[in-house]
């Protein structure tokens, strides 16, 4: 006979308890996460990595430089974010929050020792933020890829004397596209030939052109890891291939950002929007060729380009 366990009131209630204190430290009133906000969430990461990234060709050679990117990463965690990150999971807010400030004083002791902890806490916070079904649908990781590709523009522009293109060369780039929407295929070479894009002197803000170099790289590794082989059109797909490769060589060579803004928008985006079946986003202020998500089809896509485009302007 098997014998009779019973269990009073107030120790099933410590054993409940006990079983609630011993689960994942996710708040009660955490919610669920939109595919927009995960996909944004993804590229801030990306962004943080490419502030770290350059730290430590830097450390020996100019320490300030190295500070700054590592101020640039403390601040793109900002409250907005932490509490996000902590409806999730407060161990690892606060430990990525307490490493990012180590770093703010940084020295070549500890630092390769440092940065590894911190890319395992952004590995962390991946997974205790995203849903699982988000990071690895194909539409989020398109969107993660397009907010990168929009960052590496505004960082590179940043980064010259020009400052952002003028309002005549957007123009300029502009009846470029108009000229040849029907087809949406750009000749970026009598493009470059036709605006005189050269080498051009950076200014001050070195650290957000190594940024923009470095998250090229982290952009272009998602794409081949997340993206590769993913859509059912090879030729766009290849499109964007060739213009990843045009860009990151477009920054190593320091050409003109209009250059790289024509192959942002006359070659990666399009083809994007083809591969993914993504649109553009509605007017926004944060510069012109911002993708959103959406399964709807691209029916007239090259209208809503040049309207988008035209709406940022104005």
Same mark, same amino acid.
């Given at each position: 006979? *098997?014998?009779?366990?019973?269990?009073?009131?107030?120790?099933?209630?410590?054993?409940?308890?006990?079983?609630?204190?011993?689960?994942?430290?996710?708040?009660?009133?955490?919610?669920?996460?939109?595919?927009?906000?995960?996909?944004?969430?993804?590229?801030?990461?990306?962004?943080?990595?490419s502030?770290?990234?350059?730290?430590?060709?830097?450390?020996?050679?100019?320490?300030?430089?190295?500070?700054?990117?590592?101020?640039?990463?403390?601040l #793109? #965690?900002?409250?907005?974010?932490?509490?996000?990150?902590?409806?999730?999971?407060?161990?690892?807010?606060?430990?990525?929050?307490?490493?990012?400030?180590?770093?703010?004083?940084?020295?070549?002791?500890?630092?390769?020792?440092?940065?590894?902890?911190?890319?395992?806490?952004?590995?962390?916070?991946?997974?205790?933020?995203?849903?699982?079904?988000?990071?690895?649908?194909?539409?989020?990781?398109?969107?993660?890829?397009?907010?990168?590709?929009?960052?590496?523009?505004?960082?590179?522009?940043?980064?010259?004397?020009?400052?952002?293109?003028?309002?005549?060369?957007?123009?300029?780039?502009?009846?470029?596209?108009?000229?040849?929407m029907?087809?949406?295929?750009?000749?970026?070479?009598?493009?470059?030939?036709?605006?005189?894009?050269?080498?051009?002197?950076?200014?001050?803000? *070195?650290?957000?052109?190594?940024?923009?170099?470095? #998250?090229?790289?982290?952009?272009?590794e998602r794409?081949?890891?997340?993206?590769?082989?993913?859509?059912?059109?090879?030729?766009?797909?290849?499109?964007?291939?060739?213009?990843?490769?045009?860009?990151?060589?477009?920054?190593?060579?320091?050409?003109?950002?209009?250059? *790289?803004?024509?192959? *942002?928008?006359?070659?990666?985006?399009?083809? #994007?929007?083809?591969?993914?079946?993504?649109?553009?986003?509605p007017?926004?202020?944060?510069?012109?060729?911002?993708?959103?998500?959406?399964?709807?089809?691209?029916?007239?896509?090259?209208?809503?380009?040049?309207?988008?485009?035209?709406?940022?302007?104005?």
């Amino acid at each position: 006979m *098997v014998p009779t366990i019973r269990i009073s009131g107030l120790t099933a209630t410590l054993l409940a308890m006990l079983l609630i204190s011993s689960s994942p430290p996710i708040s009660l009133f955490a919610h669920n996460f939109s595919p927009v906000e995960s996909a944004s969430f993804l590229s801030l990461v990306d962004q943080i990595k490419s502030a770290l990234l350059p730290i430590k060709q830097d450390i020996s050679s100019n320490v300030t430089l190295a500070r700054e990117q590592a101020q640039f990463a403390k601040l #793109l #965690l900002n409250e907005s974010v932490l509490k996000e990150l902590k409806e999730r999971n407060q161990r690892i807010a606060t430990e990525l929050l307490r490493m990012l400030n180590s770093i703010q004083n940084i020295t070549v002791e500890n630092l390769g020792e440092n940065l590894s902890k911190i890319n395992d806490l952004l590995a962390e916070s991946v997974n205790a933020r995203i849903q699982n079904d988000q990071l690895k649908n194909v539409t989020v990781q398109a969107h993660v890829f397009a907010n990168d590709i929009n960052k590496i523009l505004e960082e590179y522009t940043s980064a010259f004397k020009e400052g952002n293109t003028s309002l005549n060369s957007y123009y300029f780039f502009i009846n470029a596209i108009k000229a040849d929407m029907h087809s949406m295929k750009m000749d970026n070479n009598s493009m470059s030939k036709s605006t005189n894009a050269t080498k051009t002197e950076i200014n001050t803000d *070195v650290a957000a052109y190594q940024r923009a170099g470095a #998250l090229t790289d982290i952009a272009i590794e998602r794409f081949n890891t997340e993206l590769s082989g993913k859509s059912n059109s090879s030729s766009a797909m290849e499109r964007v291939v060739k213009g990843m490769d045009q860009l990151k060589l477009s920054i190593k060579n320091m050409e003109s950002p209009l250059t *790289v803004l024509g192959t *942002v928008h006359g070659e990666i985006q399009p083809n #994007l929007l083809i591969a993914f079946n993504l649109q553009l986003a509605p007017s926004t202020n944060h510069g012109i060729g911002n993708m959103s998500m959406s399964t709807s089809t691209i029916s007239n896509n090259n209208q809503s380009m040049e309207d988008h485009m035209m709406m940022n302007m104005n």
